[in-house]
């Protein structure tokens, strides 16, 4: 299966600074990568799906200014906290689709472990 | 709306077996993934199901009846390394994958 790796793992910052994070899908081309967000003992919440070469498509809620996302490569998506406040501390984990288009199983990267002081 | 349903916390017995149920509630149904997620770590994929019946892959399996609107997963054998969140997610007409909240599951020597 495809191999997904974020980077960095763990992030400490603080209030108001901006932080990004990268995903790369190291033997996949992937035209579409996801950004979850995961806080604690709740499932993943889709926040959205970044597309190659064109704008990241953005789940209800998730504010598209806070969160900015490039996918500017088939293999490279980042997503950018702005102005990060605490309560954007969360695990943000990427995925990229395998084999089996809009069915295929999701690969997921390592995740980003974000808290914000 | 679309609602998916699992056990929140279940407690095993190490080589004993465990069910975990999943029942949803999509707006169309184009299959059904099993993940698994230790404690601070992504998600990994376990099964996947998109037709009526039992798939069995080593010491686990899956099953689906669409009709009933329901899947379980079933692990034989617990070692106390399959203590994590398990987590059913559905993809619906839109090919949108809906997520559970997940079941964490506690195996006891």
């Known amino acids: 299966g495809a191999v997904v790796s974020q980077h960095p793992s763990w992030v400490i910052c603080k209030s108001g600074t901006s932080v990004k994070i990268e995903c790369r899908s190291l033997d996949f081309q992937a035209t579409t990568m996801f950004w979850y967000r995961q806080f604690p003992k709740q499932s993943l919440m889709l926040m959205a799906t970044s597309n190659e070469g064109s704008k990241a498509t953005y789940e209800q809620g998730v504010e598209k200014d806070k969160f900015l996302i490039n996918h500017a490569s088939l293999t490279l998506s980042t997503l950018t906290v702005t102005s990060a406040h605490p309560e954007d501390s969360s695990f943000y984990i990427c995925?990229?689709?395998?084999?089996?288009?809009?069915?295929?199983?999701?690969?997921f990267g390592e995740g980003s472990r974000l808290t914000v002081l | 709306g679309q609602n998916i349903d699992q056990p929140t916390e279940m407690t095993a017995t190490e080589g004993a077996i465990v069910q975990i149920n999943c029942t949803y509630q999509?707006?169309?149904?184009?299959?059904l993934f099993w993940y698994q997620q230790h404690a601070g770590e992504a998600p990994t994929f376990l099964s996947y199901n998109v037709l009526d019946g039992l798939e069995e892959k080593g010491r686990f399996s899956s099953f689906l009846s669409r009709s009933k609107g329901y899947s379980y997963l079933l692990l034989k054998e617990l070692q106390m390394k399959d203590s994590a969140s398990y987590l059913c997610a559905v993809t619906d007409s839109n090919y949108q994958l809906i997520w559970g909240a997940g079941t964490k599951l506690i195996i006891k020597p």
């Open positions: 999509t707006s169309g149904f184009n299959g």
């Open positions: 995925s990229v689709r395998g084999l089996g288009g809009d069915t295929g199983e999701l690969f």
